[in-house]
Structures are given as structure tokens and as C-alpha cells.
């Protein structure tokens, strides 16, 4: 997967893909889908799929290579 995000101004792309995936982590924990802590990306492919999901309604656009 490839993803190709610009930043603007202050606003990095890093910064933004770090809150948004970071966000969309403590919204899996509040929901028991995920356990608190250090990890691995994830393998199962629901997490997977929401992930992709919420980066999709920012408009960040993912590419399977």
C-alpha cells in the first residue's frame, strides 16, 4: 500500500496521518477492539478495513501496489 499525503502550513503530512490513525486507534480501544499499548501493525483485516475507512473520509487517498 502506498500512501501520498502533502502537508499545508503548518499542518504536516506526518502530523496529520499520525492524529488521524491515532484518533481512529482510540476509537477501536473505547470499543474493545483493540488492546491499550504498544503493538504491531494489525493483521485482522475488519481493523485493517476501518483504518483505511477513516483515512478515506479525510480524502487520503490509499494505493494497493
Known sequence: YQLD???SGEN???????????????????QNK????VQAAPSNK???DYFFKILSDYSIKIEHQ
Open 34 to 37: 483493540l488492546q491499550p499499548g
Open 46 to 48: 475488519h481493523i485493517i
Open 12 to 30: 504536516t503530512a506526518m502530523a496529520k496521518l499520525v492524529s488521524i490513525t491515532l484518533s481512529a486507534t482510540v476509537d477501536l480501544m473505547l
Open 5 to 7: 499525503e502533502k502537508g
